[in-house]
């Protein structure tokens, strides 16, 4: 009886079709692993703050439990908690705002002027981040007190911005850097002035970068400690500083830290969400290559 004789493509193509399937198989594996051991702390820090008080550090941890939202309900009756809550909502939201008033233009400025000494005027700027926080605060401290700052909201938005107009800086003239200066050629051709086509054309174009630098900046603010421990006493306390306080000399309130750190992921999660389809090509610096 004659055998018929398998075609070497329909093999080649059975073994290629079998390879590609191992290597989908095995990087879905991969990044599935890497996403648990990614997620896996923010799951177990919202366990903890869904476990009574006595029930959050044990050991052998309970994987199954009842929940509990006792320590949301006594971290947001204290009043201290929820004023610093509004101080930092307060500050690094008017600070990212003036951040990117200020930074923003003036990373344009840079882009497109020719500027003397440009280059000493860049590393300039992006010196001020250079130095550790714990070397500089202590003259922030005296500045502030004399200039009375020291424990004001309007001194801790200052801060912030001083913090984070570098990055704002550097970061917007790599975006600016990227869009073609003929886009805004052809927009005063048209008639427009130039403040008129950096407003309608470039800042359009350079969205990306701007939502990227606002998130950036905001989670900066967002989670600094050692200016808010130096430069607040009590009516601009930030919430960092609230949460620390749940670390004592002798113990630690475990539950309450735990509800405290995911009341303060809340924002951050929100501003992420809502900016979220311009984050992927802001911090690729993808938006327009120059011609």
Do not use: C
């Not at 000494?117 to 550790?132: A, H």
């Not at 001083?162 to 005063?188: C, H, Q, Y």
């Not at 008639?191 to 998130?215: D, E, H, M, N, W």
């Not at 421990?229 to 309130?253: H, Q």
Request: glycine letters at 4%; a positive charge; zero cysteines.
């Amino acid at each position: 009886m004659a055998t018929t004789k398998a075609e070497p493509g329909s093999s080649q193509r059975f073994e290629k079709d079998t390879r590609e399937k191992i290597v989908s198989v095995v990087r879905h594996a991969i990044l599935l692993t890497w996403s648990f051991v990614v997620l896996f702390p923010l799951y177990w820090l919202a366990s903890m703050s869904l476990k009574p008080p006595g029930q959050a550090n044990t050991l052998p941890p309970d994987w199954v439990f009842l929940p509990t939202v006792y320590n949301y309900l006594q971290l947001f009756q204290r009043s201290k908690f929820v004023t610093a809550f509004g101080n930092s909502l307060i500050m690094v939201a008017a600070s990212v705002v003036l951040v990117l008033l200020i930074g923003v233009p003036a990373a344009y400025v840079l882009s497109r002027y020719d500027i003397p000494m440009e280059r000493d005027v860049l590393v300039w700027i992006l010196s001020s981040r250079m130095l550790p926080p714990i070397a500089v605060v202590l003259p922030f401290f005296f500045i502030f007190r004399n200039l009375n700052l020291f424990d004001t909201r309007i001194g801790m938005v200052l801060m912030y911005v001083s913090i984070n107009l570098s990055l704002v800086v550097w970061v917007m003239k790599a975006f600016f850097d990227g869009i073609p200066v003929t886009l805004e050629e052809a927009a005063r051709v048209d008639g427009a002035t130039r403040f008129q086509g950096f407003r309608k054309v470039v800042l359009p174009a350079a969205k990306p970068g701007i939502y990227s630098v606002a998130i950036i900046s905001f989670i900066f603010a967002w989670i600094e400690l050692l200016f808010g421990l130096v430069l607040t006493n009590s009516k601009a306390v930030p919430v960092t500083l609230y949460v620390y306080s749940f670390i004592g000399s002798r113990s630690i309130e475990w539950s309450m830290l735990a509800a405290a750190s995911m009341a303060m992921i809340i924002p951050v999660a929100v501003f992420l969400i809502l900016v979220n389809k311009y984050l992927a090509a802001g911090l690729s610096f993808g938006v327009v290559l120059k011609e």
